[in-house]
């Protein structure tokens, strides 16, 4: 789609093709992996946005509108081996309204900063996963009283 939308806007095509291919490999379940500088930046830019406080949000978005639980204390090789297609951290998701926006964050928020490609986007990826591991410690100790 953005090649048409920017091809009609009069984009010139080395543009447009810069601009296609970053948008191709900024997916974090894609094939690609991010080459050029822009395809980094977009890519780091797209994880950053699911971090810290907008990221709970969002999180917690997501869990009510599949009316999932706020907090899962199943085990999470557990949960990976029951609601993971094939067992596998990477598989999809069985039913989602066994999901919990801790066993999200469990099993893919937190490897996030492993996978940034830019040292800007790392230092705030630190930052935000400090906040939301704080976060899930202290809902833990107040759901389990």
Request: aromatic fraction near 8%; glycine fraction near 4%; charged fraction near 30%.
């Amino acid at each position: 789609m953005a090649k048409e939308i920017l091809i009609n806007l009069g984009v010139d095509i080395s543009t447009v093709i810069r601009i296609s291919d970053a948008i191709r490999v900024h997916r974090f379940k894609g094939q690609d992996i991010p080459q050029k500088l822009e395809e980094k930046i977009l890519f780091d830019a797209d994880k950053l946005d699911i971090l810290g406080a907008v990221g709970l949000a969002r999180s917690y978005m997501v869990a009510g509108e599949y009316n999932q639980s706020i907090y899962s204390n199943e085990n999470i090789n557990d949960y990976i081996q029951s609601n993971l297609k094939d067992g596998n951290s990477k598989g999809k998701i069985i039913d989602i309204r066994k999901h919990a926006p801790n066993l999200e964050y469990e099993i893919k928020i937190k490897k996030i900063p492993d996978r940034l490609f830019t040292n800007a986007a790392k230092k705030i990826a630190k930052d935000r996963i400090e906040y939301m591991t704080q976060f899930f410690e202290r809902l833990k100790s107040e759901v389990m009283l």
